[in-house]
C-alpha cells in the first residue's frame, strides 16, 4: 500500500477529460475545471464536509468520462453539444467507470443522474429528492458552464446568469442551490476565479488536500478508467490501450518482474496514450499517410501524456514508460529525440510492444497484419538501430507461439 494524493492525480487527469470534451463536444476550455470549480465553491456555501466537497469535486471532474464511449456506440454524430448530451447512455457509462474509484464517502449514482431536473424531467424522470444532492449541484453548475460564457466578468453577463438560475429555481434546478449561487456570484472573486489562468490555483487554494492509502491494483481500475476515454475516442483506436495491456503484461510476467512492477507497467500502458486526446479524429482516422503537418500534431501526443502525468508524485517510473514510447535508440523519436543511452529497459520495451499492436490491429488505410510480417517490420528497425533487438527477439518468441 502506498499514500496516494488523489488532489494531484485528478488535476492532471483532468486536462486530458479537458481536451477531449472540447474536440467532441466543442465545450469550452477547461469545462470540467469550471465544473469542479464552481460545484466546490457551492458546497461550501451548503456547508458540505471537506470530505464530501472533495467527492464532489472528483465526480464534477469526471463528469462526462463516459462521452466518448457513448459516442463510439452510438450512429450519432458530433455535430453539436445538445446532441451529444442528449445521451442518456453516457451517465450510465460514466457511473460505472467510476464505480472502483476511491471515494471518500461512498457517493452512489451521482453521475449516473448528472442531467436529472429538478422537476423530473431529466433522462430517468427523477424528482427532488430522489437526486443525489451532489448530482444537483453538478447539474446546475454544468448547466451554466454550457449556456454561458462564465470567463466574461462584466456586469451584464454576471446579471444573465443570475436571472437564468432565478428562472429555472423549482423546475429545473433545487431552489436550495440556486439560493447559494446567488449569494456566491455577490462576490468578486468568484467571477475572476473562473478565468483559465488562475482556475487551477483557485481549485487547489479552495479544496482541501487528502492522501489515501491504496495498492498499485487499485491505482491501476482507476487508471483504466481514463484508459477506457482513449480508446474511446476513435473506432479504430476502440482496443488499442486494452490490447496493449495485456501484452505487456504477457511480456512482464516472461521477464519474470515482481507484481508490483507488473502494474506499474499495465498503469503505464493504460496512460500511455492519454496525449491522444488532443489529436482530431479526422487524423487518427485518416484514411491514408499522414501529411508533414498531420504527423507534426501527432507527434505532440506524447509530449501531453507526459505534460498530464509529471505532476503525480508516485508516478516518475510510470510516466516515463508510458511517455518514451516513441523514442527511438537512434534519437529520432519522440517528444525529446531520447537515445538508447537514456532510455530504459521497461521504456524500450513499451515501445516496441506498442509496434507490434499497432502493426497487428487494424487502421484506417489498412488491415490488420500477421505477427510474421510484424516482427519482419520490426526487424528492419531493429537493423536501422531503431528499437531493442533483443526484445524484438523476445515479442517473436511469445506471441509466435499463439
Known amino acids: 500500500m502506498i499514500m ?13 477529460l479537458d481536451l477531449v470534451e472540447k474536440e467532441i463536444l466543442g465545450t469550452k476550455d477547461f469545462h470540467s475545471k469550471r465544473v469542479a470549480y464552481m460545484a466546490l465553491r457551492l458546497s461550501q456555501f451548503l456547508n458540505l464536509t471537506p470530505q464530501e466537497s472533495f467527492d ?15 459516442l463510439l456506440k452510438s450512429d450519432m454524430s458530433q455535430e453539436n453539444f445538445f446532441q451529444m448530451e442528449t445521451i442518456h447512455e453516457h451517465c450510465i457509462i460514466g457511473e460505472k467507470n467510476t ?39 453538478i447539474a446546475f453548475v ?30 429545473y434546478f433545487n431552489p436550495k442551490i440556486v439560493d447559494a449561487f446567488l449569494k456566491l456570484a455577490d462576490t468578486t472573486a468568484f467571477w475572476l476565479d473562473l478565468d483559465t489562468f488562475v482556475l487551477v490555483d483557485a481549485i487547489k487554494e479552495h479544496l482541501e488536500e487528502f492522501e489515501v492509502k491504496l495498492s498499485w491494483e487499485d491505482i491501476f481500475v482507476m487508471s483504466n478508467v481514463f484508459s477506457k476515454i482513449i480508446d ?8 488499442h490501450t486494452s490490447e496493449l495491456i495485456e501484452k505487456v503484461e504477457t511480456m512482464a510476467k516472461f521477464y519474470q518482474f515482481d507484481k508490483e512492477k507488473i502494474l506499474k507497467l499495465k498503469i503505464a500502458a493504460a496512460l500511455h496514450d492519454l496525449g491522444k486526446l488532443v489529436v482530431p479524429n479526422d487524423i487518427l482516422e485518416k484514411n491514408g499517410a499522414l501529411d508533414d503537418e498531420e504527423f507534426n500534431t501527432i507527434q505532440s501526443h506524447t509530449y501531453f501524456t507526459h505534460v498530464t502525468l ?6 516518475s517510473d510510470i510516466e516515463k514508460w508510458a511517455f518514451q514510447h516513441h523514442e527511438k535508440l537512434d534519437g529520432s523519436g519522440y517528444p525529446y529525440g531520447l537515445n538508447g543511452d537514456e532510455l530504459s529497459f521497461e521504456s524500450r520495451m513499451m515501445g516496441c510492444l ?14 490488420s497484419l500477421s505477427h510474421e510480417k510484424a516482427i519482419s517490420i520490426m526487424d528492419e528497425m531493429v537493423l536501422s538501430n531503431k528499437i531493442d533487438k533483443n526484445i524484438t527477439n523476445d515479442i517473436n518468441l511469445v506471441f509466435g507461439k499463439r
Open 99 to 137: 464505480k472502483n474509484f476511491p471515494f471518500l464517502t461512498a457517493p452512489t449514482n451521482v453521475i449516473l443522474y448528472h442531467h436529472e431536473a429538478y422537476d423530473g424531467s431529466g433522462f430517468f424522470g427523477k424528482k427532488g429528492d430522489e437526486i443525489p444532492f451532489m448530482s444537483q449541484i
Open 354 to 367: 506498442d509496434i507490434y499492436q499497432a502493426i497487428t490491429e487494424i487502421r484506417p488505410y489498412r488491415d
Open 56 to 70: 464532489l469535486v472528483s465526480l464534477a471532474i469526471m463528469h462526462d468520462n463516459g462521452l466518448t464511449e457513448a
Open 4 to 16: 496516494f494524493n488523489l488532489n494531484s492525480f485528478l488535476m492532471s487527469v483532468s486536462l486530458a
Open 142 to 171: 454544468d448547466a451554466l458552464d454550457t449556456q454561458f460564457y462564465l470567463m466574461d466578468d462584466c456586469l451584464e453577463n454576471k446579471k444573465r446568469v443570475c436571472e437564468y438560475a432565478k428562472q429555472h429555481s423549482g423546475t
Open 232 to 239: 474511446s475516442k476513435s473506432t479504430f483506436t476502440a482496443q
Open 310 to 315: 509529471k505532476n503525480v508524485g508516485v508516478f
